[in-house]
């Protein structure tokens, strides 16, 4: 597609439920971000994946999220036992993942757990 | 984590008038980045500045890379209604390299 898109738009599960994002690139872009945006905040990085290699789980908050990236174009964010606290907006971003290649982001996925 | 610190948080200005907002860091980042947000959308770039004391401009937008490579200003010129939005600073060490983003500048443009 022309832009990066994500799915679902919304999302509103109870706490202890299990949830997936889905996040499909730009396509030819090899790196893929996920990021996170509580109310009023900036965003706070959460895992890249670039080509080939192994992610960078770095920001990831918790051993409840996890990430995966199939055939080195969709991704798919999981978040096990949600709790309150993960309520936020979730966005994906992508790029040519060379030095000038600049992140594009999706829509986000609105995550509220009740 | 690390964070940039963005100002003002937010700004009341009135349709014309010029905008001015700007972000440090106590750490170097080698490309910065402006982003803008419509409530219920994704960010979307406006400017991209690669190379310390970098000026660029896009349209009515201009953005400086500074010196030091520890802060960058935006200015908006003739402000006008659709302006309105959050705009966001994000530095970055490589170009492979996660986004550090600040917590935003909150525009709104009264007509």
């Known amino acids: 597609g022309a832009g990066v898109s994500q799915s679902p738009s919304n999302k509103v599960t109870e706490k202890g439920k299990d949830v997936e994002l889905r996040c499909d690139p730009i396509s030819g872009h090899t790196a893929l971000y996920w990021y996170r945006q509580s109310l009023g905040q900036g965003l706070e990085f959460l895992i890249y994946f670039q080509g080939n290699s192994a992610p960078d789980k770095s920001g990831l908050p918790s051993d409840r999220f996890s990430a995966e990236r199939t055939g080195g174009s969709v991704s798919t964010l999981t978040i096990q036992r949600t709790q309150q606290e993960d309520s936020a907006v979730y966005l994906c971003?992508?790029?040519?993942?060379?030095?000038?290649?600049?992140?594009?982001f999706g829509p986000g996925t609105r995550l509220l757990v009740l | 984590g690390q964070q940039l610190n963005q100002s003002p948080q937010s700004m009341f200005i009135q349709e014309g008038e010029d905008v001015s907002m700007n972000c440090t860091s106590s750490s170097i980042f080698n490309t910065w980045l402006w982003y803008k947000q419509d409530p219920g959308e994704g960010p979307v770039l406006l400017i991209a500045?690669?190379?310390?004391?970098e000026l660029t401009s896009n349209g009515r937008l201009t953005a400086q890379f500074g010196i030091t490579r520890k802060d960058s200003f935006l200015n908006i010129s003739a402000s006008i209604p659709s302006d309105v939005g959050i705009y966001f600073c994000a530095g970055q060490l490589g170009g492979n390299t996660p986004l550090v983003f600040g917590k935003g500048t909150r525009l709104s443009v009264i007509a």
């Open positions: 971003a992508s790029s040519l993942g060379t030095r000038l290649g600049s992140q594009y």
């Open positions: 500045l690669y190379k310390a004391g």
